[in-house]
């Protein structure tokens, strides 16, 4: 099966600090999706990004799918920033069946 | 408000025990999705559901069982057999490719 994988897996930054995650994908994937999870556990999704660019105020996300990665930029990062960032992806013969990465743990300090 | 809401927050179980968690919508989506959460990882596919009376195993399913008797309901049933069910349960639904999510349920053995 199609395997995720995120990088950093951690993340330490201060309030203002821009970052960039990374999401790589073993295969073709459709429906590319970005996700915070709050330390609550609630999930957002952030970006349907298949291809292309997308901007969401200081989020913005680029997935490249011929080189089957995609990446997340954080500008001038918030505490309220802070969570676990998951990039998840369906093959083209199934894409009801996201596969998520292990995500990246962001912590933002003031 | 539309949304998605699982409950119960907190489920405890006790050896042997069945136990069933809720997630009902009132988004008017057809599809609608249960994943397991284990800490520190990314998020597993156990049932997914496009219509209803219809659904389909994930990843994980053994142990599990569900129902989707109505658009706005897919409860999840963690039956005895699945052996460690200790876990954070999340619900999604969709319309299209773009999935989400509910707050959760954390289910701990006894």
């Known amino acids: 099966g199609i395997q995720v994988e995120q990088s950093p897996p951690d993340l330490i930054l201060q309030e203002g600090a821009n970052s960039t995650l990374r999401c790589n994908f073993s295969?073709?994937?459709?429906?590319l999706q970005w996700f915070h999870q709050n330390p609550w556990g609630q999930l957002i999704n952030l970006f349907y990004i298949p291809s292309g660019t997308k901007q969401n105020g200081r989020l913005s996300a680029t997935t490249v799918a011929t080189e089957r990665y995609s990446l997340l930029y954080i500008s001038s990062s918030q505490t309220t920033d802070s969570g676990v960032y998951f990039c998840a992806g369906g093959a083209s013969y199934n894409t009801d069946k996201l596969i998520f990465g292990t995500g990246t743990r962001l912590q933002v300090f003031p | 408000d539309g949304g998605i809401t699982q409950s119960p927050k907190y489920l405890f179980r006790k050896e042997g025990q069945n136990v069933t968690l809720s997630c009902e919508q009132n988004l008017n989506h057809d599809a609608m999705y249960w994943y397991r959460q284990d800490p520190g990882q990314g998020l597993r596919l156990i049932y997914y559901?496009?219509?209803?009376?219809?659904?389909q195993k994930g990843d994980i399913a053994e142990g599990y069982s569900v129902s989707r008797e109505k658009k706005e309901s897919f409860p999840l049933t963690v039956t005895s057999a699945q052996k460690n069910p200790t876990a954070f349960y999340l619900c999604?639904?969709?319309?299209?490719?773009?999935?989400?999510f509910g707050p959760g349920t954390r289910l701990l053995v006894l």
């Open positions: 559901s496009q219509i209803v009376n219809d659904f």
């Open positions: 295969d073709s994937v459709n429906n």
């Open positions: 999604a639904s969709s319309m299209g490719e773009t999935q989400y």
